[in-house]
């Protein structure tokens, strides 16, 4: 079975304060997928990042990191320096190649205060 | 950039009636998907769809819900008789290819349900 945790529900921040929102993954497949996404208030789901099981480097973007650790079946991510704009629902997925469907966490409510 | 396409971005209607909800996927994609968000609520897979047949389909996709590919273009969600807890946001996704290594699903910008 595959389940993915958000065990943050809510964070608050101030502008430009570093925040890191946590995801865990549960899944039996040896290839599978990890993903977040980006809600904000309008709704629409905003790709940000893809990573496959077999590629556990870091990745930075800009203002945006993310942690992948298979031994602790994590993928984290941080934004650097936070920025109002970044206020948002921000989820984790996982797909399993041999389903393709997206198991989404809860998702975390990021909110940025000026 | 091509995109998944949704319409419409909001429905309004009485319990009992008949929605159709449309997406048009991305034009090479062969995978198509419809998820729903309750308000305040994570994501959850409805259906996934290819080559003019249902893959895989959730607890949730009931004998309410039918999904179409109506035209080489247009895939549709179809509920046949609303209730007041299929108030949701529905979202269409499109893949191109399932199982490659290098895949991402694409989502539509939503369409918003509210059932009175």
């Known amino acids: 079975a595959q389940k993915v945790t958000q065990a943050q529900t809510e964070i608050s921040v101030v502008e430009k304060e570093d925040v890191t929102l946590d995801c865990v993954y549960e899944?039996?497949?040896?290839?599978?997928?990890l993903f977040w996404y980006k809600q904000p208030p309008s709704g629409e789901l905003v790709f940000l990042i893809r990573r496959n099981s077999f590629d556990e480097q870091n990745e930075i973007s800009g203002r945006y990191s993310w942690n992948f650790q298979k031994s602790t079946s994590s993928f984290n991510f941080t934004i650097t320096a936070s920025q109002v704009v970044d206020s948002a629902v921000y989820f984790c997925?996982?797909?399993?190649?041999?389903?393709?469907?997206?198991?989404f966490g809860t998702g975390t409510s990021l909110t940025v205060i000026p | 950039e091509p995109e998944v396409t949704q319409t419409p971005s909001h429905q309004v209607t009485q319990m009992g009636q008949e929605v159709i909800l449309r997406c048009v996927p991305i034009s090479n994609h062969l995978y198509f998907y419809w998820y729903r968000q309750i308000l305040g609520q994570k994501v959850e897979f409805l259906v996934s769809f290819y080559n003019n047949e249902i893959s895989e389909k959730s607890e949730i996709f009931d004998d309410q819900f039918s999904v179409e590919r109506p035209d080489g273009s247009n895939f549709t969600l179809k509920i046949r008789s609303t209730k007041l807890e299929d108030s949701a946001m529905y979202f269409c996704?499109?893949?191109?290819?399932?199982?490659?290594?290098?895949?991402?699903?694409?989502f539509g910008p939503g369409t918003r349900l509210l059932v009175l």
């Open positions: 899944t039996r497949d040896t290839t599978y997928y």
């Open positions: 996704a499109s893949i191109k290819v399932a199982g490659a290594l290098q895949e991402t699903q694409y």
């Open positions: 997925a996982l797909s399993a190649i041999t389903g393709n469907q997206f198991y």
